[in-house]
C-alpha cells in the first residue's frame, strides 16, 4: 500500500489560472521523494492539494489510512515568544522533558531548550523546525524548500541531520527544491516538473548509494549527465533530450 497517490488532472485558481494539468504520482511508505521544477512551476500548489489545504482541484488524493503528516517551510516559522523547549512542545504537547533533551542534543542543540528563536542563527533555528517536524512521528512528511537561502556549510549539516532523522524513523518524504544537486543527494527519487501547467516531465531514480555529500564526485558527475543528456530539464522541458 502506497503512503500516497496523487492525480491533478487540472487546477485551476479562481483567476483562471491553470497551474497543474494531467499530474500524478504515488509514493511508497519510507520513499524520499524530491520534487524539482522551474519557478512557477506550481511545486508549492501540488504540496497544498497533497497537504490537504486546497481541495478545489479536479483529481483525487489517496493517503494510507490515518496517515500522519509533518510540514517543513522555507521560513522556520517558531513563535518568536515562546523558548525552543516550548515551541517543540508546541507539535507534541505529551512529549517528555527528557526526549526533547535527547533530541535537542542530537542535533547539536544540548543546551538550547531555554533559549528563544531570536537569540538562535538561522541555522539553529532551522534545526529547531526539523526537530519539529520530526516529533510527531509522521509518516508522510511535506518540506517545501527548507534549507533555501541557508549558507552551503549550514545546509549540508541540515541536509545530513534530515538523513539521519528520516534513515531512523523513514518517514514518506516529499522534498521540494530547485537545487538540482540538492535533490540528487538527498532523494531515492527525483519529479522533474514540466514548467506550468505542470506535468511530470521525468521520474528519475536515484541509485547512489548514501551518505552523499552535495559536493561529492558522484552527485556532481550525475548533475553533469543529467544536464547533457537533458539540458532543459530545470527550465522545465524535456526538448533536447539525448
Ligand atoms: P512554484 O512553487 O513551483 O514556484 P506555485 O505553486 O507557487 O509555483 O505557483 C504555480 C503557478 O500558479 C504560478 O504561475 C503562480 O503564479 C500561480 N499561482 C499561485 N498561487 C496563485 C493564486 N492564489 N492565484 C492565481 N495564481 C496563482
Known amino acids: 500500500m502506497n503512503t500516497l497517490s496523487v492525480t491533478v488532472s ?18 511508497a ?31 483525487s488524493l489517496e493517503l494510507a489510512q490515518q496517515t500522519r ?18 515551541n517543540l512542545a508546541l507539535a507534541d504537547k505529551h512529549v517528555s522533558g527528557d526526549v526533547l533533551a535527547q533530541a535537542l542534543e542530537r542535533v547539536g542543540l544540548k543546551d538550547c531548550a531555554g533559549l528563544f528563536p531570536q537569540q538562535l542563527s538561522g541555522g539553529m533555528q532551522r534545526r529547531v523546525a ?20 541557508l549558507d552551503g556549510p549550514t ?24 537545487h538540482l544537486a540538492e535533490a540528487l543527494s538527498l532523494a531515492d527519487r527525483v519529479l522533474f516538473l514540466s514548467a506550468g501547467p505542470s506535468h511530470i516531465a521525468l521520474d528519475f531514480a536515484v541509485s547512489l548509494p548514501r551518505p552523499r555529500g552535495l559536493e561529492s564526485a558522484a552527485v556532481q558527475q550525475l548533475v553533469q549527465q543529467l ?16
Open 130 to 149: 526539523l526537530l519539529r517536524a520530526f516529533l510527531i512521528a509522521p509518516q508522510l512528511l511535506l518540506m517545501d524548500e527548507p534549507f533555501q537561502s
Open 10 to 27: 487540472a487546477k485551476h485558481y479562481p483567476n483562471g489560472h491553470c497551474a497543474i494539468r494531467n499530474l500524478a504520482f504515488s509514493a
Open 227 to 242: 544536464q547533457q543528456d537533458y539540458p532543459d530539464l530545470l527550465k522545465g522541458s524535456l526538448a533536447g533530450a539525448a
Open 29 to 59: 511508505p519510507g520513499e524520499f521523494v524530491a520534487i524539482v521544477g522551474p519557478s512557477g512551476a506550481g511545486k508549492t500548489t501540488l504540496l497544498k492539494i497533497i497537504s490537504g489545504l486546497d481541495t478545489a482541484y479536479d483529481g
Open 69 to 86: 503528516v509533518g510540514f517543513m517551510f522555507q521560513e522556520p516559522r517558531l513563535m518568536p515568544w515562546l523558548t525552543v523547549a516550548d
Open 155 to 178: 545546509a549540508e549539516q541540515l541536509r545530513t541531520q534530515l538523513c539521519t532523522l528520516w534513515q531512523a524513523s523513514r518517514p514518506t518524504v516529499l522534498f521540494v527544491t530547485h
